[in-house]
């Protein structure tokens, strides 16, 4: 595949479009979830589509695209807010709710699949693509659909920014404002399943929710804004989508739906280890950092209390003298002598000028920061 | 306000979750102006009566009423202060948006705050001496701090009536302190406060009112008058010294 294959080939770029778009919608709303601690709710609602699958193409009898989603919707909505009502009525807590339904629609789902798969109808083939995802059989059509749920969703997020906002952050409060709570918990859940109803297409049941939680998971750690969170996982998923598809197209049978999901946690395994502000690595690097720094600090507080007994403080005392004191290595006494702040002569250090200023101050600031 | 009606009145209110009744039959009269903790061992109902009188638990009986009105009707002279264990502080917003937050209830749907917003919320920031945090990210605030951005949004809320669940929970003396003189001007300025409160011994300090509470309701009235050894063993039990020594 050469990469002008990308502009030129009419599938390809269909395909590239519309995981690119279902990348979008999905890291938009999976801010949403993963901020309300619902990540797994995902998860569920994309199981609890397959019996709607299953049951569209039973009523009607055809493999239609677009009634089969509508089966999808309806099941998944029935499967959210029945996993909403456990929650509130029952003792049961969510993740006992959630894997219940989950396991429970998506059981009925392969059973009614199975059901269809030994029906004498030569139309039946295909319907289990729903599990895994086949982007392969994305057509324009499918992309403006998605395209205008993912304008429609961004219009509603823009609309009801402020109260989105609150009720992720703080719902109680929301519903002591005057606002309903109930509604704006609709309007949000209603677009993610929408969301998640749009990809079981491309990337199928069973990954769905990576989709949704990976981008918006990655985001997180770059930024400590609401709005920027939800901008770049909405990028970090439409290039997940786009560059998924081109893997998979530059290699013969790699399917779409896993490879686009590989590339989201690459997303996110990146995200967890470089991200400045909250990225292992750099807290690794701070954390040591700073180690260093008071193991230095204490030291030279140390010097610093058997220095001010003597009239002259940069009077010679012995290194072992050090020893009853754990925190002193080799090293930090070449760094304090770096910093002019001790002077070592064989086995002996001598406090320097500089070194007790520094050290009063240290001692000081201590002191200060610990009333 | 109309001073012939009380801040506050709930009559026969009932509240349980589950089989078990968190909230037994409480008459209270709130009224106008006053200062007043709500006290009682845990398990007692005290966040779950502010909650009840905000709406946010639904009683299985009984009335409450905020200026002789359902508080439906009167959400915009209310404002409140959640126990700071409520929300998940590494939300990524910073302080002077949360403190935003309570003018969202005055602004009402859709329309987005503005300069005149932002310059309240600034104010109230000021207020409770946080305004040099303005643009910290919460997760990096302090508990004491965490809890003073909290009343800072209450208080843009400019409201008649303040409650709040434990204000003072893990807040060290200066934070007490600096809270409960902003909360002496607000009843200095006619304002009406309620407040979850576990010190039972700061409660003549603090407050001019009181409530008992264990399940139901043992006593309220003002602090001179009520807060004695009899109601403290009533609500606490036989124990209740050990309760304030703690």
Known sequence: MQLTDFFTDYTLRTITLGTAILGAICGMLGSFAVLRKQSLLGDAISHAALPGIALAFLITGIKDANVILIGALISGLVGTFWIKGIIKRTRLKSDTALGLILSLFFGFGMLLLTFIQKMPNANQAG?????????????????????????????????????????????????????????????????????????????????????????????????????????????????????????????????????????????????????????????????????????????????????????????PHTIRILNNFQGFTRKTLTKLEEKQFIQIQGSDWAMTEKGYVEAESIFNQIGKDND | MNNSLPAIQIDDLTVAYDYKPVLWDIDLVIPEGVLMAIVGPNGAGKSTLIKAILGIIK??????????????????????????????????????????????GSLGWIKRPGQKEKKASLEALEKVGMLEFKSRQISQLSGGQQQRIFLARALVQNAEIYLMDEPFQGVDATTEKAIINILKELRQAGKTLI????????????????????????????????????????????????????
């Open chain 2, 59 to 104: 009683p299985i009986a009984g009335t409450v009423q905020v200026f002789g009105e359902p508080y439906k009707k009167q959400v915009d002279k209310v404002a409140y202060v959640p126990q700071k264990g409520s929300v998940d502080w590494d939300f990524p917003t910073t302080a002077l948006d949360v403190v935003m937050m309570g003018t969202y």
């Open chain 2, 195 to 246: 407040v979850v409160h576990h010190d039972l011994q700061t409660v003549p300090e603090y407050f001019d009112w009181v409530t008992f509470l264990n399940v139901k309701g043992i006593a309220s009235g003002p602090v001179k008058d009520i807060f004695n050894d009899d109601n403290l063993t009533k609500t606490y039990g036989i124990n209740y010294k050990v309760a304030v020594n703690n």
């Open chain 1, 127 to 315: 319907l289990d693509k729903y599990l895994f995802g086949q982007a392969a059989t994305l057509v324009e059509e499918d992309v403006w659909m998605m395209a205008v749920v993912t304008g429609v969703s961004l219009l509603v997020l823009l609309l009801f920014w402020k109260e989105l906002k609150l009720l992720l952050f703080d719902a109680d409060y929301t519903k002591t404002l005057g606002f309903n709570t109930r509604f704006l918990d609709i309007l949000i859940t209603t677009f993610i399943v929408l969301a998640i109803v749009l990809g079981l297409q491309t990337v199928g049941v069973v990954l769905m929710s990576a989709m949704l939680l990976a981008p918006a998971a990655a985001a997180r750690q770059w930024t400590n804004s609401l709005g920027i969170m939800i901008i770049l996982a909405s990028i970090f998923g439409a290039f997940s989508g786009v560059f998924g598809t081109a893997i998979s197209a530059s290699q013969n049978n790699l399917s779409t739906g896993p490879v686009i999901v590989l590339v989201a946690a690459a997303f996110v395994i990146v995200s967890f280890i470089f991200s400045p502000g909250r990225g292992l690595l750099f807290r690794e690097i701070r954390f040591r950092r700073n180690r260093r720094e008071l193991h230095l600090k204490k030291t030279l507080t140390f010097m610093y209390h058997i220095a001010k007994n003597h009239e002259n403080v940069s009077h």
